[in-house]
């Protein structure tokens, strides 16, 4: 059975940082692309950053290039994201997912197989 489970948010002042974690089980980790994607009340879920099954590429939104960082730990079925300066635009439920693809390109969210139920991430002014 695929689990994918994510933590890690929480409330955070803007231009504050949070580390997200996304653990992943019952599948083969280390040959899937790792996205994370975002969606706030209101609007259509977003890509925020994928990466490749081996790590040599990624990809962010230009909303949160230089502030996020996404990096994902092979033997530890993990994957991460940093994120930095955070702003109140950045508060959404914050979701992990495993999927097919991941390049230059914004990852589709159709490509994206394995979902986690997500983790709330609040920025105040």
């Known amino acids: 059975q695929v689990q994918v489970v994510e933590s890690g948010g929480g409330l955070v002042q803007a231009g504050g940082s949070l580390r997200l974690s996304c653990t992943a089980s019952?599948?083969?980790?280390?040959?899937?692309?790792m996205g994370w994607f975002r969606q706030a009340p209101g609007k259509e879920r977003e890509a925020v950053s994928c990466i490749s099954w081996s790590g040599d590429s990624t990809y962010y939104a230009d909303s949160v290039k230089g502030r996020f960082t996404i990096s994902r730990d092979n033997a530890k079925n993990t994957l991460y994201l940093q994120m930095n300066s955070l702003k109140p635009e950045d508060t959404a439920m914050y979701y992990c997912?495993?999927?097919?693809?991941?390049?230059?390109?914004?990852?589709?969210?159709?490509?994206?197989?394995?979902w986690g139920q997500g983790t709330q991430v609040t920025v105040s002014s």
């Open positions: 997912a495993a999927g097919l693809s991941c390049s230059v390109k914004a990852p589709r969210i159709l490509e994206y197989k394995y």
């Open positions: 019952g599948l083969t980790f280390h040959d899937l692309h």
